[in-house]
């Protein structure tokens, strides 16, 4: 049988990654939203990567080039005790020049990138007005998180055979379970508003970016999309944003109650924004 009687099959590798922090209280119920230390926003990320094991190769080849350098010599971050960019790359610990290598070499590849953000504050506010008609209710991150998943993946789990799915570990419980019913709703999301039904196989996976090397990927294209919206800064992004698919911001309702979509036609910046 030839090749094209017997195709391989088109299996899409997504990595997973979050910025920021879903928690809204602190244990005793107290908001800690507009505190110092606490973000305003709250993203998730994934990073479409067309070939991983090259990108991954490459990073770990790039990283230990690094590690190499005598001009990094004595830096704290290439300690391997200090378990950060001895360790991975991970946009928040990496010096500038760090930084510059990685987004360097993650430009040459086919990579496309999502996100969507939500704003703690406009989050609180419902989940307060919630809890006035409802005291019973509980809020926790997981739902928060969960939610934007389904969101995230709406339109992008039907078009091939198969998705392995790597999502950046959170604590040491096993969410897998939960992940895959928000996968489901992105589903069913879709079949309602379209009518179109996906039934490609999907594998779940949790590990920590340190042990499938294209976790650290969807970090520095969150931390540029961070970047932007903590700080108003984006020339990150900028540099970035030829490999972006989609940025939603969720709580942007300025316009439409579904908030905004930012695309190629429609670029995210500081301006765009503002």
Not at 4 to 10: F, G, T, V, Y
Not at 158 to 170: M, N, P, S
Not at 199 to 219: F, G, M, N, R
Request: aromatic share 10%; charged share 30%.
């Amino acid at each position: 049988m030839s090749e094209s009687e017997n195709p391989i099959p088109k299996i899409r590798h997504y990595f997973v990654d979050e910025a920021g922090d879903p928690s809204l209280f602190k244990k005793h119920g107290k908001s800690i939203v507009g505190q110092d230390g606490c973000s305003k926003y709250f993203i998730l990320g994934m990073a479409d990567v067309e070939e991983p094991d090259i990108v991954a190769a490459e990073l770990e080849s790039l990283r230990q080039r690094l590690l190499s350098d005598p001009y990094f010599k004595g830096i704290p971050s290439f300690d391997p005790a200090q378990r950060k960019t001895a360790l991975m790359f991970h946009a928040k610990d990496d010096l500038p020049e760090v930084r510059r290598e990685v987004f360097s070499l993650l430009l040459k590849h086919q990579i496309r990138f999502y996100a969507v953000v939500r704003d703690k504050q406009v989050v609180l506010d419902k989940v307060l007005e919630h809890q006035k008609e409802k005291p019973a209710y509980k809020y926790h991150p997981n739902q928060l998180y969960d939610r934007c998943v389904s969101r995230l993946f709406k339109e992008r789990l039907h078009k091939h055979d198969g998705y392995l799915i790597h999502f950046a570990r959170r604590g040491s419980s096993d969410r897998t379970e939960a992940l895959e019913t928000a996968l489901e709703a992105s589903r069913r999301n879709l079949r309602a508003k379209w009518g179109i039904t996906a039934t490609s196989p999907i594998e779940i996976k949790a590990a920590q970016p340190y042990e499938v090397v294209c976790l650290q990927v969807v970090d520095y294209y969150l931390w540029a999309i961070q970047r932007l919206f903590e700080r108003g800064e984006d020339r990150f992004l900028q540099l970035v944003w030829p490999q972006a698919g989609l940025v939603h911001d969720v709580d942007d309702t300025r316009e439409a109650e579904y908030g905004v979509y930012y695309t190629q036609r429609k670029p995210l910046t500081a301006e765009s924004r503002a």
